[in-house]
C-alpha cells in the first residue's frame, strides 16, 4: 500500500536531549512538509522540502533541523534549543511544487519529561 | 498577509441534522482551498478541495463552494452521523507562478460531535 508512515507513534525524552522523528513515503513525492499540531492552534509549518538534497525553513523553524538526503525520507531532529517541543508533529508530501495537495501521515506525539 | 478564520467549536450536533461549519479566508494571490478532517489521535485526511471560484468540492456527502466574493468556502453536510464526529481544518495554499509555495495555511479547527 502506498502511503506515508511516522514512527514511532508516541515518543517520550528528557529535556535537554535531541530527538528525530521519522517520516517515509512511497508515494514517489517530490514534496514534503513537516508541521507542528499544538491545542487550539491548528498546524504550523515547521519546514519543506521540494526535492532531494534542498529544504526551506517554515513559520517556526527555530529549534529544529532536517534532512533530505533521499526521496523517500524527511527525517526531522527536535533539538534542545526548541523551548517548548511537547506536541503532535505531522509529515507530509506533495506530487511536486506544482501539485498543491498534501497528504499526511499519521503523526507522532512527543512529549518532553 | 495570508490566512484562514474557521469558526470555533466546538458544535454539537444529533444524528441526521444539518451541518454547516464557516470558513473565511484572506489571500493575495489566487488560493486552492481545502477542507481536511482527523479523527482523534490521527493524522490529516483530505476530505474535498477547490481550485478556483465557483468550484464545488464534495467528498462522503460533504460540500464545500469556493465563493471568491464573500472569500468563503464553508462545509455542509445534509445529515451527520455518529462517525463525522472527528475536528476540521480549512486550509488554503497559494499557487504563484513555478507552483505552490509549498505552504499550507490552516484555520484552527472546529471540532464536531455527532450524538446518536
Known amino acids: 500500500d502506498g502511503g506515508i508512515t511516522q514512527s514511532p507513534k508516541y515518543l517520550f525524552r528528557k529535556e535537554g536531549q535531541n530527538v528525530t522523528l521519522s517520516c517515509e513515503q512511497n508515494?514517489?513525492?517530490?514534496?514534503m512538509y513537516w508541521y507542528r499540531q499544538d491545542p487550539g492552534q491548528g498546524l504550523r509549518l515547521i519546514y519543506y522540502?521540494?526535492?532531494?538534497?534542498?529544504?526551506q525553513k517554515g513559520d517556526i523553524a527555530e529549534g529544529y533541523s532536517v534532512s533530505r538526503e533521499k526521496k523517500e525520507s524527511f527525517p526531522l531532529t527536535v533539538t534542545s534549543a526548541q523551548k517548548n517541543p511537547t506536541a503532535f508533529y505531522l509529515c507530509?508530501?506533495?506530487?511536486?511544487?506544482?501539485?498543491?495537495?498534501?497528504?499526511f501521515g499519521p503523526g507522532t506525539r512527543l512529549t518532553v519529561l | 498577509g495570508n490566512s484562514v478564520t474557521q469558526m470555533e467549536g466546538p458544535v454539537t450536533l444529533s444524528e441526521e441534522a444539518f451541518l454547516t461549519i464557516n470558513c473565511t479566508y484572506t489571500?493575495?494571490?489566487?488560493?486552492?482551498l481545502f477542507w481536511y478532517v482527523q479523527y482523534p489521535g490521527e493524522g490529516l485526511q483530505l476530505l474535498l478541495k477547490?481550485?478556483?471560484?465557483?468550484d464545488k468540492g464534495s467528498n462522503k456527502g460533504f460540500e464545500a463552494t469556493y465563493r471568491k466574493e464573500t472569500t468563503s468556502f464553508h462545509l455542509e453536510k445534509g445529515s451527520v452521523q455518529v462517525s463525522d464526529s472527528a475536528v476540521y481544518f480549512c486550509?488554503?495554499?497559494?499557487?504563484?507562478?513555478?507552483?505552490?509555495?509549498?505552504?499550507?495555511?490552516f484555520g484552527k479547527g472546529t471540532k464536531l460531535s455527532v450524538k446518536p
Open positions: 507530509a508530501s506533495s506530487i511536486d511544487r506544482v501539485t498543491d495537495t498534501q497528504y
Open positions: 477547490a481550485t478556483k471560484a465557483d
Open positions: 486550509a488554503l495554499t497559494l499557487i504563484n507562478y513555478g507552483g505552490s509555495q509549498g505552504n499550507l495555511i
Open positions: 508515494l514517489n513525492h517530490d514534496a
Open positions: 489571500a493575495t494571490g489566487y488560493p486552492s
Open positions: 522540502s521540494q526535492i532531494v538534497n534542498d529544504f
